[in-house]
């Protein structure tokens, strides 16, 4: 019995070990919340990633006035009709890129990173800003 104790708390330092690693790695899926007109909120590999029951022209529209509105130095932005791309700087230098995918007629896949490893705080105002436009 003492031995079979010793290779279960083997195991679960091991699990608690590997879990910690894949957090650390942002290999982990850390689900925001949902709000209306959002059918997905997540915060993935550094990526604030959202799904919206909306068109991607106003979701578009309303990503370009939010770069405005939050005082973003704008770098750079290119778009299509099933994409778009925005890269700015905040005062503080840390990048930041809002990319939008059309993936389907009615549904605009967002995502939003702040820095080189996210910020999900800023993520989600920068997101908050969008979706107040819709």
């Known amino acids: ?4 104790a010793k290779s279960l708390l083997l195991l679960a330092v091991g699990l608690l ?6 957090v650390q790695s942002g290999c982990f899926a850390v689900v925001v919340g949902a709000a209306a007109g959002a059918g997905t909120v997540a915060y993935v590999r550094s990526d604030l990633v959202v799904t919206l029951d909306q068109n991607f ?9 939010a770069v405005d509105q939050l005082h973003f130095v704008r770098l750079s932005h290119a778009q299509d009709a099933l994409t778009a791309l925005w890269v700015a700087r905040l005062a503080d230098d840390r990048k930041v890129e809002i990319r939008l995918t059309a993936t389907s007629a009615r549904v605009t896949e967002v995502r939003i ?8 705080a800023v993520s ?3 997101l908050n800003t969008l979706k107040s436009d819709l």
Do not use: T
């Open 1 to 4: 019995m003492h031995l079979r």
């Open 17 to 22: 070990l590997a879990a910690g690693a894949a």
């Open 57 to 65: 022209a106003p979701v578009a529209q309303a990503a370009d006035r």
């Open 113 to 120: 990173r702040v820095g080189l490893f996210g910020d999900q």
């Open 124 to 126: 989600m105002i920068i």
